[in-house]
């Protein structure tokens, strides 16, 4: 199954990514290995640092309402 892009990686495979990054592989060895870019890996460790969360962010994957009248566009 293809990965389809905009949509947020299962939590499952956060903690994958980062506890082999813990247990000391090197981040293109972990991208390679789990499929994901280097920079995700890399935004995802900085993002553990800074608020200690890995969950994906609210809305992601998802588009913003239409302005109202324009529902039919």
């Known amino acids: 199954m293809a990965w389809r892009s905009g949509l947020a990686y299962p939590q499952?495979?956060?903690?994958?990514?980062?506890?082999?990054?813990?247990?000391?592989?090197?981040?293109?060895k972990v991208?390679?290995?789990?499929?994901?870019?280097?920079s995700y890996t890399y935004?995802?460790?900085?993002?553990?640092?800074a608020t200690d969360d890995v969950a994906p962010q609210h809305g992601a994957g998802s588009r913003p309402p239409k302005p109202?009248?324009?529902?039919?566009?």
Request: proline fraction near 0%; charged fraction near 30%.
């Open 68 to 73: 109202a009248g324009h529902e039919a566009a």
């Open 43 to 49: 935004k995802a460790l900085e993002r553990r640092a």
């Open 31 to 38: 991208a390679s290995l789990f499929k994901v870019s280097i």
């Open 12 to 28: 499952d495979l956060r903690e994958r990514v980062l506890a082999a990054v813990d247990a000391g592989l090197a981040v293109r």
